[in-house]
């Protein structure tokens, strides 16, 4: 056994048959005394990476090879059909005022639309919201909308959950009073978390 081998999965550089995974398997078959599967060939295991392979769990695909034969296996890219039904989206399936869909935009485009709803203005700090063929921009916030903002700042600062099951308890709906209600947006079913890490050191003074 090679002690040494990589543990972090390989991967091709591209997707197709010039590209996949080739695998030649030399099949004993005197060695079929006593088989487990009532044909001869192979079993092809497929599943991501990082996860245990488990047939129970949903995470492993199978495929079966004939002995003496060539083989292509090819995959598709699958997904539950609603956004609605997998609880996330894809930045294909929806644009907001930024762009591609993602979570965080999403919600703020979200509470500038809330913004132009209680106060018909936006803070210079938030993207103004445009029609499609650039017209009705509406108006930046100035001195006479303060008390208005001010009013609506709490709320703006919160978002109400958006609960899967639909059930609300009166506690969350105080909280869907006092907080933007976004149930068209859903998290991102890709996502990048960054964490950053700093280390610094001190300057010093050459004077």
């Not at 488990?54 to 292509?72: C, P, Q, R, V, Y």
């Not at 296996?73 to 997904?79: A, L, T, W």
């Not at 609880?87 to 993602?102: A, H, L, V």
């Amino acid at each position: 056994m090679n002690k040494t081998a990589p543990k972090e999965p390989m991967r091709p550089n591209g997707a197709g048959v010039q590209r996949g995974l080739r695998l030649t398997l030399n099949n004993n078959v005197d060695d079929y005394f006593f088989s487990t599967f009532p044909a001869i060939g192979f079993t092809v295991q497929i599943f991501y990476p990082n996860d245990f392979p488990d047939k129970m769990s949903g995470s492993l695909s199978e495929a079966f090879i004939n002995a003496g034969t060539e083989a292509l296996i090819s995959m598709e890219f699958s997904m539950t059909k609603t956004s609605e039904a997998r609880r996330c989206k894809f930045q294909s399936e929806r644009k907001t005022i930024f762009g591609p869909y993602r979570y965080s935009d999403c919600l703020v485009e979200c509470k500038i639309r809330s913004m132009q709803s209680l106060c018909n203005c936006v803070p210079f700090t938030v993207p103004v919201l445009e029609e499609d063929d650039g017209t009705d921009r509406l108006p930046l916030c100035t001195l006479i909308d303060i008390p208005c903002l001010h009013k609506y700042k709490a709320k703006w600062s919160r978002y109400y959950p958006n609960d899967p099951n639909g059930v609300e308890s009166d506690i969350l709906r105080q909280e869907k009073h006092d907080s933007i209600n976004c149930p068209e947006c859903l998290p991102d079913c890709n996502s990048i978390a960054y964490q950053p890490s700093v280390i610094s050191t001190s300057l010093h003074n050459e004077r």
